[in-house]
């Protein structure tokens, strides 16, 4: 495979961008990543989306977002993975790249959930799950992770408020990200007082949703040299994985095998381990994914997850930095964008253009996209080079 | 990139399959096509759907197959491109393959379209067309293409009778297919009296919807040896390409620019040119489409499409014979998987399994597949060879 490397990158803010629509949320995520790039067109785009023939009535986004951006004759495709939309859209963007026939992909994940009422959003997300044999029964998607979560709790005797850490780390980070939905410090108190929404996760457990967009210029790693202040970043480890569609289907519920398979093939691919890893975006759609992503990706053993938020070593200045721009929790999650917001915040600490936030010499990271309930994971591993 | 080819094919009766779920059909495609290819599994799957979330409430049907025929912790994803998706999906596992990430990949076209009501499913496929620009108008896709049948009749002279030679071949092929929807030769006569469903198209210029599943096994050609009585399939082009996505923003409707840009450019990577092709298997999903189509592709001049029909030119002894197998008007048009069904029957032609609409000596065909009304346009030109 032909290296490849990351030439441009673009966001917008997370919220509820009701004066926008889907086209132009998008289109502002892929208009500032070309600018990023130093480039007016692409030759190929990839669209990360889950629901945009449910929540705006819109299919074929590849072709929708090239017409909008003037790509006309270009090649143009959309990829869905649920909430792994953004990240698969990336491989696959990759791919054509590596591939010898596309030389500038332009990927963009992108997600407009507020054109639908909220149980009509948290219906369509369930889309994610087995349609015959989870939605049927009436599983939501943060039921299905509430399950998960109280088994975990049982088994390895961990409190609620042992996973208070990575809620209070990701919104501590989102205050200094313009680009993140929530920018409110919160405490164990708060963690412990919030609402409930399906027991044990409550409010601040769980990722808000909402309207965003990032994109990324992907180009042969040969064609791109680093410059003074921004080194050049290729990809140099990319692996997706799969699992059981349904959670009841698994072994065991508590090990994410998706995330085990795709960060171990992403460490090979590299030719490092996890120790060599300086910022980690993982996929914290739920306070208990944090825990189960480090355990699977090599970070902490099979139900220690949480000491590592204990310790801070998850913090800017620990040992394995995750969420530094807010994660899920508090940059937000608008799930076919999300995969690209982790891509995109990964290039940004390489690149050092994360201020207060900012991991000390941080040359390799990586990025975890989560599609369903650990049903579809992508690992990326992004490194900056020199030369 | 590194030449690919086809190892294995499959696919299912195209037909409401009211007794099959979703999963059965497209696992039914996918055991087929490893099986013709002498696999238990491949690396990676990749799925081209279009109405799932819509029809069935199912999305990330790339890991929801993948778990369905036993192919976990591998690699699986969803494409889509309306009804362009079978074909994108194709050239996304072909870019996988070709970027010497991924050695075997399987491809599933598949759709599902009797899990609701007909209504449910002409507004599920209006979100091919442009939510704000065109469906919010009223208008629907059949009355899309009957606007430019309409214009092209006028412009070029031509009477509804002339587009009967496309359906009159395309169901006398389908006869000798047996995954075919509809196994009736249809008359001039009966053509012409067909009830109309969105003037001047009528029931007999216009492909009928319907459940199936295509799918093959890609592999690097390197790997693949032609045997008796069987030659190596190899891709000797591919390319897709975009126009437009509301059909009022062109600047020619009777154009299919997308076509034209993608079987050029498919054209130049096998290094050969419309004289070359032995058999096309073309996206008619209405009669006007199969004018266009032999147009943009260098089969007739512009405006001069129906003439080959006329002159039945487009007949298995013809100079251009497409349809072979039904072509969408008769062996039926499951929108995300039609584009994988062109691919598995331009692979029988090559094999020459195709009986009695066997094209004689068939060495190079091309398979052309269009999402939306012309918006995205996916050309594959397969080669025969006997190494």
């Known amino acids: 495979m032909r290296e490849v490397a990351i030439l441009g990158i673009g966001q917008t803010v997370v919220d509820e961008q009701w004066n926008k629509s889907l086209k132009e949320i998008g289109g502002e995520a892929a208009f500032a990543a070309l600018e990023d790039a130093g480039l007016q067109r692409a030759e190929a785009l990839f669209v990360g989306n889950m629901l945009s023939p449910l929540v705006s009535g819109q299919n074929q986004l590849g072709t929708f977002f ?3 951006i003037g790509m006309w004759s270009r090649e143009s495709v959309k ?5 792994g939309s953004g990240a698969a859209a990336f491989r696959a963007g990759l791919m054509a790249v590596a591939s010898g026939e596309v030389e500038t992909a332009l990927v963009v994940g992108v997600e407009k959930m507020t054109d639908k009422a909220g149980h009509d959003v948290t219906a369509a997300l369930a889309t994610a799950a087995d349609a015959d044999y989870e939605v049927e029964q009436g599983v939501s998607f943060v039921s299905l992770n509430a399950l998960v979560m109280r088994r975990y709790m049982y088994e390895f005797g961990w409190k609620h408020a042992d996973f208070a850490p990575f809620s209070i780390n990701a919104h501590a980070n989102a205050v200094h990200n313009p680009f993140a939905r929530l920018h409110d410090l919160i405490t164990l108190e ?3 007082k919030s609402s409930m929404v399906a027991t044990p996760i409550n409010l601040l457990d769980a990722s808000p949703v909402g309207d965003g967009a990032a994109a990324a210029v992907i180009v042969p790693a040969e064609k791109v040299r680093g410059f003074a202040g ?3 970043v ?7 994985a799969t699992d059981t569609m349904a959670v009841h289907s698994r072994k065991d519920p508590m090990f994410l095998s998706a995330a085990y398979h795709s960060s171990r093939r992403a460490y090979e691919m590299a030719g ?4 060599d890893i300086d ?3 993982l996929h914290d759609a739920f306070s208990i994914m944090t825990a189960l992503s480090l355990e699977a990706c090599g970070f902490a053993e099979r139900g220690q997850g949480p000491r590592l938020g204990l310790d801070n070593e998850i913090r800017v200045a620990g040992r394995i930095p995750v969420c530094t721009r807010g994660g899920l929790k508090a940059r937000g999650h608008p799930v076919g964008a999300t995969g690209m917001y982790q891509i995109v915040e990964v290039v940004q600490q390489l690149r050092g253009e994360c201020g207060k936030t900012q991991v000390d010499g941080a040359r390799i990271g990586m990025a975890q996209n989560i599609g369903g309930s650990g049903a579809t994971i992508l690992t990326h591993i992004l490194r900056a080079t020199s030369d």
Do not use: L, M, Y
């Open 234 to 240: 290729t990809v140099a480890g990319s692996a997706a």
């Open 230 to 232: 921004r080194p050049k």
């Open 66 to 68: 090239a017409d909008w």
């Open 190 to 192: 708060q963690f412990e």
């Open 79 to 83: 990829i869905e993975a649920a909430c």
């Open 279 to 281: 910022v980690f975006e």
């Open 272 to 275: 490092i381990g996890p120790q």
